[in-house]
């Protein structure tokens, strides 16, 4: 167990992490390049299998390395679960090059330009409608700060909620010999910490559900499908529902529109505002 639980803690960690990064590449290609660079199942199920073989392998010295030591002399019954790397390998190099580095550092850089990239595609580009009055410039204007709004959001808990846990590690590796108030400090602190890296992969779900109001109808119709193991078509179920009652009101709002000088004013319930209380992200 002392060997197993490091071990895949570590992979876990990783694979969350990598998972990450493969979402804001999806993300970023389906933004840019919508037409030439789709992800097929084919090539999802490849990523998916690269990103578990880094896992697996990048975490190899956790399951070699750790061993029960015992830390005091006159007790050798009482031993602590550590690192006991060989003379000839530098721990501390490892956990800067292995760990700070590619599960925290380069995955902040490549999520963090992803969704720069997605920002600046988001903000430059003009939805095309089909009137061009203030009422529809400002909810296209509205949908593109939820949109940054998100994507901030992700890379901000992304940084903060592994940034304990690192801290603490590279104090550990790197900084020498701990304080006596360190010492009384750190086993509170790191679970704590662990906890909180770990909880970044059970947020972001929330944070998109919040975000749009999509996510959010689709899953409400997952649960009214009552389906635990079948599919759920999302065209067939969501999609396919909102685009034939925006088409609905947004006739209905031209025949209004067009017939003004025999018919009253369009009332709120128009294309307008059947996109400005129904649209997502």
């Keep these: ?13 990783a694979a969350s992490v990598y998972s990450l990064i493969a979402v804001s590449l999806d993300r970023f ?30 975490t190899i010295p956790w399951a070699l390395f750790f061993d029960l030591v015992a830390i005091f002399k006159e007790e050798p019954d009482i031993q ?24 925290y550092l380069l995955p902040m850089i490549l999520i963090s330009l992803c969704y720069i990239l997605i920002w600046i595609k ?19 204007q509205k949908s ?23 801290v603490i590690f590279a104090r550990i590796k790197l900084g020498g010999e701990t304080e006596m108030w360190e010492e009384e400090i750190l086993p509170i602190a790191t679970p ?26 689709g899953f409400v119709a997952i649960i009214k499908s009552r389906r635990c193991c079948g599919r759920l078509h999302y065209y067939e179920t969501v999609a396919m529902m909102t685009s034939s009652s925006a088409s609905m009101r947004k006739s209905s709002y ?7 000088s025999t018919r009253r004013p369009p009332s709120q319930d128009t294309s307008v505002s059947y996109i400005f209380n129904n649209t997502g992200v």
């Design 80 to 103: 602590l679960c550590l690192e006991v790397w060989p003379e000839s390998m530098n721990g501390a190099l490892y956990f800067l090059i292995a760990n700070l580095m590619f599960c």
């Design 254 to 260: 031209y025949v209004n529109n067009n017939n003004s």
């Design 29 to 58: 290609l389906a933004i840019w390049w919508p037409l030439k660079c789709q992800i097929t199942k084919r090539r999802a199920r490849f990523i998916i299998f690269v990103i578990w073989v880094i896992a697996l392998t990048t």
């Design 144 to 166: 593109k700060i939820k949109v940054v709004k998100m994507l901030v959001a992700v890379v901000i808990l992304f940084v903060l909620s592994w940034l304990p846990l690192y």
């Design 122 to 140: 988001v903000w430059r580009r003009d939805i095309p409608t089909d009137t061009k009055d203030a009422q529809m410039e400002r909810l296209q």
């Design 1 to 13: 167990m002392c060997k197993t639980v490091p071990y895949v803690q570590g992979v876990s960690v």
């Design 192 to 217: 704590i910490a662990q906890w909180l890296g770990s909880s970044n992969s059970c947020i972001n779900p929330i944070l998109y559900a919040f975000f749009n109001k999509k996510y959010r109808r």
